[in-house]
């Protein structure tokens, strides 16, 4: 009961983590955006919104506005990498 318990706080660490990075680059994209917005071009401030917008959809009087925002990859916790225990088993032939 107690390993699962662990587990389960483990996983929820892992989130937060995970939830806190996201944040942070967010943060640092608008920060970075807006503080050259004013200094670019317009030709660059349309390359920008061409790399971030994805696609608007128009239904009747709804707008969607769908964008990807370019983010750094998360560094690989200490579970997700490549183990250096190698564990063999027999190929079975037919």
């Known amino acids: 009961m107690l390993e699962r318990e662990r587990a389960l706080l483990a996983k929820a660490a892992a989130e937060q983590k995970k939830k806190a990075d996201l944040q942070t680059s967010l943060a640092d994209f608008a920060r970075i955006v807006t503080s050259s917005l004013q200094h670019i071009s317009f030709a660059e401030k349309q390359k920008l919104l061409r790399?971030?917008?994805?696609?608007?959809?128009?239904?009747?009087?709804?707008?969607?506005v769908h964008y990807n925002i370019p983010l750094p990859q998360p560094t690989p916790s200490l579970e997700s990498k490549v183990s250096t225990q190698f564990v063999l088993r027999p190929v079975s032939r037919c």
Do not use: S
């Open 51 to 64: 790399i971030v917008l994805d696609k608007v959809v128009v239904k009747n009087w709804r707008v969607e």
